[in-house]
């Protein structure tokens, strides 16, 4: 490959970056992305499961047009959820109703880079982000001149740590893969009975679910296979896909996102629910926000740092909600069972469910 000059470099095409390239490119200036992989989207590794637009609209009322962000074609709808049931280690449940769909991640995700190329950017596949120097990204496929670089390269982010940018701290490690089956509507999500700090998943598809599991290795003394296997094991699941790994934001956002020609959103910036890990809606969302000062930058100087005030305003309160939920789990449930059965039953399904929205627990 010939050394690239492009006004945005956008490293990552998951949905974080394949929205910052969309809506910079909208604006007219010129747009590369680039994606280590040769198949976007390729190997799955998340719960694949997407609130509906009426639920990220009432966690994030300040996020903007959320009906053109979350337009999404109706076979990427694979199937409908209605509820989301928390599972102590007794096996009591609390049901919360709660709108969704899960996805086809791989199908999703290369959705996403098409809406970005349609709008103008380019998509270079196969080259890897090594470091910037001299102003210089240098790349696995030859240097790519930028004015603005954003990292959309998850919680590892070598762009953060090339612009001297905090990364999230302590990721933990989760596992995923596909179950046979026929399974209720309702996303299921298991508290204890695997490990201490552990959760476990099962999110319905189409004749098949996502299953997994997350633990906070601060708590547990095995390794995340070997949770999977009892899980899948003790609900009798049918696996039928490779396990896939990797590491999830725990704590929140980072304190800083931007420099004068950098920025970093999604996994790299720890823009994640730390209670429950999600984070496509919230990649989404401040990917559009990116893209948009990016290209703003470009023509007309726009400071870089209107990014982390606006994506702050859109969505900072939530988030650190969400990470307080966490840490406090962290300090009075997890641990052992016991305390997880504790804290679940006198919290209630008012108060699960406003830890589930990003809400307050307590007055």
């Not at 609390?94 to 880079?113: C, N, Q, S, V, W």
């Not at 990797?246 to 704590?251: D, F, I, M």
């Not at 100087?301 to 939530?318: F, H, I, N, T, V």
Request: proline residues 6%; hydrophobic residues 40%; contains cysteine.
């Amino acid at each position: 490959m010939e050394n690239i000059k492009t006004d945005v470099l956008v490293v990552g095409a998951g949905p974080a970056g394949s929205v910052t390239a969309r809506y910079a490119a909208a604006k007219g200036v010129s747009v590369t992305i680039i994606e280590r992989r040769s198949d976007i989207g390729v190997p799955v590794r998340c719960g694949e499961f997407m609130p509906s637009n009426e639920e990220i609209e009432a966690m994030f009322p300040l996020a903007g047009d959320i009906d053109d962000l979350f337009e999404m074609p109706r076979d990427l709808m694979v199937r409908e959820t209605e509820a989301i049931r928390l599972i102590d280690p007794k096996m009591r449940r609390t049901e919360i109703p709660f709108t969704g769909y899960t996805t086809d991640r791989d199908r999703f995700d290369k959705h996403l880079a098409a809406l970005a190329e349609k709008e103008g950017a380019s998509l270079i596949r196969d080259c890897a982000f090594i470091r910037i120097k001299d102003g210089v990204a240098e790349t696995s496929a030859g240097d790519i001149e930028y004015k603005v670089i954003v990292g959309a390269d998850g919680p590892g982010s070598r762009v953060s740590r090339s612009l001297g940018l905090p990364r999230p701290e302590q990721p933990y490690p989760a596992v995923t893969a596909q179950a046979a089956g026929d399974f209720d509507p309702v996303v299921t999500m298991f508290f204890g009975g695997i490990a201490p700090g552990a959760y476990g998943w099962i999110i319905p598809k189409s004749g098949q679910a996502n299953v997994g599991v997350g633990f906070s290795p601060k708590f547990a003394d095995g390794d995340i296979g070997g949770y999977f296997e009892n899980f899948a094991k003790k609900h009798d699941l049918d696996i039928i896909t490779q396990i896939r790994g990797k590491y999830v934001p725990s704590k929140g956002p980072v304190r800083r996102t931007f420099t004068d020609n950098g920025m970093t959103v999604g996994d790299a910036a720890g823009h994640v629910i730390s209670v429950n890990g999600g984070g496509i809606p919230l990649a989404m969302i401040a990917g559009r926000i990116c893209g948009s000062v990016a290209a703003d930058n470009v023509t007309d100087g726009r400071p870089l740092s209107d990014y982390q005030a606006e994506w702050s305003a859109a969505m900072l309160k939530q988030l650190r909600i969400a990470a307080r939920g966490k840490m406090m789990a962290d300090i009075f449930a997890f641990g052992s069972d016991r305390r997880t059965n504790m804290c679940m039953r006198l919290l209630g399904k008012r108060r699960l469910s406003n830890l589930i929205r990003c809400k307050r627990i307590f007055p």
